[in-house]
């Protein structure tokens, strides 16, 4: 008796459909900014080293971050306040109230760089802590408070002393003169070394940490980030607070760099941290920007300024001139960005 053995039926193969189309990556209208300030800096520094001889060197590009390390520091701080969708316009008086008060205790009461750095370090940090409060709990406009505290810290500044302070003390000499080698006949400052940090640090809290995540959000809809239950109140406070210890840390920076104290130091200098950033590819209403474009856009300003050196025959208001030039350019960006994605209007 032969057993039957029935094979399963073979499944029909499956209908030839249309072939998958490949995924075409679109370049993020947001990166705009931060690509055009990176390609702009270039341009000039190829053009400066056609143009003038001596200028492509390892120390005219380090001298960049050298003389503009303080600016740097306090455009970081800056970033962050524009990220989260405020203003500090108090940032160059609390530079020159550090500057007064460290020349102030270092020279005329003795005493040590240990205990004053610190001091003004904290000074600055509770400066920034106070206009955080204060916009936050009472919500006041960034732009009053900041403009209140950069009024307050510039007076300040005049009850220490009205005169020029001069810091002849032995660690500031150091400081100042040190000197790391980098290439060759190349150097770099400590201050520069200090400012590299921070952008390092800075850029690590911006993109990999829950406080600079929320700056995002709340830069880019607060009412969003609050039903999210992120913790909008205490960052808005944690963001003046940064600013205010990066203005203090900015000063620090500029004793090394001026070795005086003085109530005229950085007049201004908050426009040049605000124009810096702006350049750099932050949007000024928020959500939007990098750390590594504040570092172009202070850059940007130092090869500007070197260029118009080396010229020789241009007066230094052409720096604001072309500044000023630039800003319009990346706002009409910022506009394009924001026609593009009208979320970010």
Same mark, same amino acid.
């Given at each position: 008796?032969?057993?039957?053995?029935?094979?399963?039926?073979?499944?029909?193969?499956?209908?030839?459909?249309?072939?998958? =189309?490949? +995924?075409?990556?679109?370049?993020?209208? =947001?990166?705009?900014?931060?690509?055009?300030?990176?390609?702009?800096?270039?341009?000039?520094?190829?053009?400066?080293?056609?143009?003038?001889?001596?200028?492509?060197?390892?120390?005219?590009?380090?001298?960049?971050?050298?003389?503009?390390?303080? &600016?740097?520091?306090?455009?970081?701080?800056?970033?962050?306040?524009?990220?989260?969708?405020?203003?500090?316009?108090?940032?160059?008086?609390?530079?020159?109230?550090?500057?007064?008060?460290?020349?102030?205790?270092?020279? =005329?009461?003795?005493?040590?760089?240990?205990?004053?750095?610190?001091?003004?370090?904290?000074?600055?940090?509770?400066?920034?802590?106070?206009?955080? +409060?204060?916009?936050?709990?009472?919500?006041?406009?960034?732009?009053?408070?900041?403009?209140?505290?950069?009024?307050?810290?510039?007076?300040?500044?005049?009850?220490?002393?009205?005169?020029?302070?001069?810091?002849?003390?032995?660690?500031?000499?150091?400081?100042?003169?040190?000197?790391?080698?980098?290439?060759?006949?190349?150097?770099?400052?400590?201050?520069?070394?200090?400012?590299?940090?921070?952008?390092?640090?800075?850029?690590?809290?911006?993109?990999?940490?829950?406080?600079?995540?929320?700056?995002?959000?709340?830069?880019?809809?607060?009412?969003?980030?609050?039903?999210?239950?992120?913790?909008?109140?205490?960052?808005?406070?944690?963001?003046?607070?940064?600013?205010?210890?990066?203005?203090?840390?900015?000063?620090?920076?500029?004793?090394?760099?001026?070795?005086?104290?003085?109530?005229?130091?950085? +007049?201004?200098?908050?426009?040049?941290?605000?124009?810096?950033?702006?350049?750099?590819?932050?949007?000024?209403?928020?959500?939007?920007?990098?750390?590594?474009?504040?570092?172009?856009?202070?850059?940007?300003?130092?090869?500007?300024?070197?260029?118009?050196?080396?010229?020789?025959?241009?007066?230094?208001?052409?720096?604001?001139?072309?500044?000023?030039? &630039?800003?319009?350019?990346?706002?009409?960006?910022?506009?394009?960005?924001?026609?593009?994605?009208?979320?970010?209007?």
């Amino acid at each position: 008796m032969s057993a039957v053995v029935s094979h399963p039926p073979e499944a029909a193969a499956p209908a030839p459909g249309p072939a998958p =189309k490949p +995924v075409r990556t679109r370049w993020n209208p =947001k990166y705009l900014p931060l690509a055009a300030t990176i390609s702009l800096f270039m341009l000039m520094a190829t053009l400066g080293s056609v143009f003038y001889e001596g200028f492509f060197s390892p120390q005219v590009f380090l001298n960049l971050l050298i003389d503009n390390a303080f &600016l740097c520091i306090v455009a970081v701080g800056m970033t962050f306040v524009i990220l989260s969708g405020g203003i500090d316009l108090s940032v160059g008086s609390v530079i020159a109230l550090t500057t007064m008060v460290s020349a102030s205790l270092v020279e =005329k009461h003795g005493w040590s760089p240990a205990v004053v750095i610190p001091l003004v370090l904290a000074m600055g940090t509770l400066f920034g802590a106070c206009m955080g +409060v204060l916009i936050e709990r009472f919500r006041l406009q960034p732009f009053i408070v900041t403009l209140a505290g950069m009024f307050l810290a510039r007076g300040l500044c005049y009850l220490i002393s009205i005169d020029s302070i001069s810091i002849s003390n032995a660690f500031y000499s150091e400081v100042s003169q040190w000197r790391m080698p980098v290439w060759g006949e190349a150097s770099i400052s400590a201050s520069a070394l200090i400012a590299l940090a921070v952008v390092a640090l800075a850029v690590f809290v911006a993109h990999y940490t829950s406080f600079g995540r929320t700056v995002y959000a709340i830069g880019g809809n607060e009412q969003s980030a609050l039903l999210m239950g992120l913790p909008v109140r205490a960052t808005v406070i944690g963001v003046y607070t940064l600013s205010g210890f990066c203005s203090a840390l900015a000063g620090v920076v500029f004793t090394f760099y001026m070795l005086s104290g003085y109530g005229l130091h950085a +007049v201004g200098l908050e426009l040049d941290a605000i124009a810096a950033v702006v350049i750099g590819g932050t949007l000024l209403s928020g959500g939007v920007g990098y750390v590594v474009g504040t570092l172009f856009g202070v850059l940007m300003l130092g090869i500007i300024q070197t260029l118009i050196s080396f010229d020789g025959t241009l007066s230094s208001w052409w720096t604001r001139i072309v500044v000023g030039a &630039l800003l319009f350019v990346f706002c009409l960006l910022q506009r394009l960005f924001a026609a593009r994605n009208p979320e970010r209007g």
